[in-house]
T-cell receptor
Framework: GDSVTQMEGPVTLSEEAFLTINCTYTATGYPSLFWYVQYPGEGLQLLLK?????DKGSNKGFEATYRKETTSFHLEKGSVQVSDSAVYFC????????????FGTGTRLLVSP | DTEVTQTPKHLVMGMTNKKSLKCEQHMGHRAMYWYKQKAKKPPELMFVYSYEKLSINESVPSRFSPECPNSSLLNLHLHALQPEDSALYLCASSQEVMGRQPQHFGDGTRLSIL
């Protein structure tokens, strides 16, 4: 079945460091890909999305590029802030049929001053 | 600010109580979802409504009873819950159940069963 694999956390960084959170997927067709962020005590917020190969999603300094050849959608940010501390979920949904979200296990990011 | 509003934010109930969780969205979305999220885990899908009709029930126990009174509202009625049902319950909505539009989540109701 369809699945998403994320790197294990926590990822611990100092403020202004470069961030990469790896995400790879397995799907029988061509899914849409998403990054969601969950701040402590809150629900999930859509961070960015990409619906086809080579699309780049970007928001709030975060970026991810849909790479069909490597089945990846890695999340990057050039300079993290303490306020970026949260859990990040990579997810996919298929573009045909019912749009069920398949989540990765989540990666906790801790940014220290 | 989230565009999907859930109430209450916190709920503590005994195993014999009956309570309801509420979810509201005004984005004109025609698909609405209930998820359950345990600590340090991703959300798990429970129910899907499409155009106010129940489309998917992910084998959820009958002590959870969803209801969609209109296109903007989604309820989850709770009765005779077990301690293992303690979790964060998230509501989400999307344009349609098919297609490429993302799901938008509320902040959830944190439920504790005594």
């Amino acid at each position: 079945g369809d699945s998403v694999t994320q790197m294990e956390g926590p990822v611990t960084l100092s403020e202004e460091a470069f961030l990469t959170i790896n995400c790879t997927y397995t799907a029988t067709g061509y899914p849409s890909l998403f990054w969601y962020v969950q701040y402590p005590g809150e629900g999930l917020q859509l961070l960015l999305k990409a619906t086809k190969a080579d699309d780049k999603g970007s928001n709030k300094g975060f970026e991810a590029t849909y790479r069909k050849e490597t089945t990846s959608f890695h999340l990057e940010k050039g300079s993290v802030q303490v306020s970026d501390s949260a859990v990040y979920f990579c997810a996919l949904s298929m573009n045909t049929g019912f749009q069920k979200l398949v989540f990765g296990t989540g990666t906790r990011l801790l940014v220290s001053p | 600010d989230t565009e999907v509003t859930q109430t209450p934010k916190h709920l503590v109930m005994g195993m014999t109580n009956k309570k309801s969780l509420k979810c509201e969205q005004h984005m004109g979305h025609r698909a609405m979802y209930w998820y359950k999220q345990k600590a340090k885990k991703p959300p798990e899908l429970m129910f899907v409504y499409s155009y106010e009709k129940l489309s998917i029930n992910e084998s959820v126990p009958s002590r959870f009873s969803p209801e969609c009174p209109n296109s903007s509202l989604l309820n989850l009625h709770l009765h005779a819950l077990q301690p293992e049902d303690s979790a964060l319950y998230l509501c989400a909505s999307s344009q349609e159940v098919m297609g490429r539009q993302p799901q938008h989540f509320g902040d959830g109701t944190r439920l504790s069963i005594l």
